[in-house]
C-alpha cells in the first residue's frame, strides 16, 4: 500500500489531477497627468482586451478638471485601467492605469499595493501634471522610469530638460515613447524591469 509521502507518478490519474504551476504575477502601475496616455499605454501593450473604466466628460467636471492642452479630450478613467502581458509560462505582467484627475487621487493608495514598479507618463505640453506621480513614487520608495509621450503639435525638448524641469534623480531611466505603439511601449517596460533590477542589486549583494 503506497504511502501518503509517496510521489505522485507521471501518467496517472493523481497526476492528470495535479494542479499546474501558477505563473508569478507582477504587477506594473502606469501613471501621469490627465490625458498623458495611460490608457492608450495599457490597450497597446495589452493582450488581451484592456479593461477601461474610460467614461464620457460631464458638466461635472467643468471648473474641477484642468483641460489646458487637451480640450479636445472627451472621456476620462474615472477608477482605473487593466492589462496583461504573459512574458513566459512562470511570467505574467499585470498593469494597472491610475485615474490621472486631482480628485480620483484618493485612489492610488491602494493601486500601487504590491506593485513591482511604475511607469510616469509625461506629456509636454502639460508637464506639470505629472509632477504628482513622480513625488508619489518618490516618497514611496518605488522604483519608477519617466516616459516622455510625444504628441502631435507638442513641443519637443531633449531628455535633459525633462529631467531637469521634474527633478528627475540621475539613476532614474527617462525616455522617449509613444504610447500608442505597441514595440515602444514594452520598450518602457523593458527598461522599468532593468531599473528595478539594478536598483535592488546593491541590498541582494549587501
Not at 62 to 80: I, P
Request: hydrophobic letters at 45%; a negative charge; aromatic letters at 6%.
Amino acid at each position: 500500500m503506497a504511502s501518503a509521502d509517496s510521489e505522485i507518478r507521471p501518467g496517472t490519474q493523481e497526476a492528470r489531477q495535479a494542479p499546474e504551476a501558477i505563473p508569478q504575477a507582477v504587477k506594473i502601475i502606469v501613471a501621469g497627468g490627465f490625458g498623458a496616455g495611460k490608457t492608450t499605454m495599457v490597450a497597446s501593450v495589452s493582450e488581451i482586451t484592456p479593461l477601461s473604466t474610460e467614461e464620457v466628460m460631464t458638466e461635472a467636471s467643468q471648473g474641477v478638471d484642468d483641460l489646458g492642452g487637451v480640450e479636445d479630450k472627451t472621456t476620462t478613467t474615472v477608477a482605473l485601467d487593466f492589462g496583461r502581458i504573459t512574458i513566459n509560462e512562470d511570467i505574467v505582467l499585470y498593469l494597472f492605469g491610475t485615474p490621472g484627475q486631482d480628485r480620483f487621487w484618493f485612489m492610488w493608495e491602494e493601486l500601487v499595493e504590491g506593485a513591482l514598479g511604475a511607469v510616469v507618463l509625461a506629456d509636454t505640453r502639460r508637464l506639470d501634471t505629472c509632477f504628482h506621480a513622480v513625488d508619489f513614487f518618490e516618497r514611496r520608495g518605488l522604483p519608477f522610469v519617466v516616459a516622455v509621450n510625444r504628441f502631435e503639435g507638442s513641443a519637443e525638448y531633449r531628455i535633459e530638460e525633462v529631467r531637469e524641469a521634474l527633478d528627475i534623480p540621475p539613476e532614474v531611466p527617462v525616455l522617449v515613447a509613444d504610447a500608442r505603439e505597441r514595440e515602444s511601449a514594452k520598450e518602457v517596460l523593458v527598461r522599468l524591469v532593468t531599473h528595478v533590477i539594478n536598483s535592488r542589486r546593491p541590498a541582494l549583494s549587501g
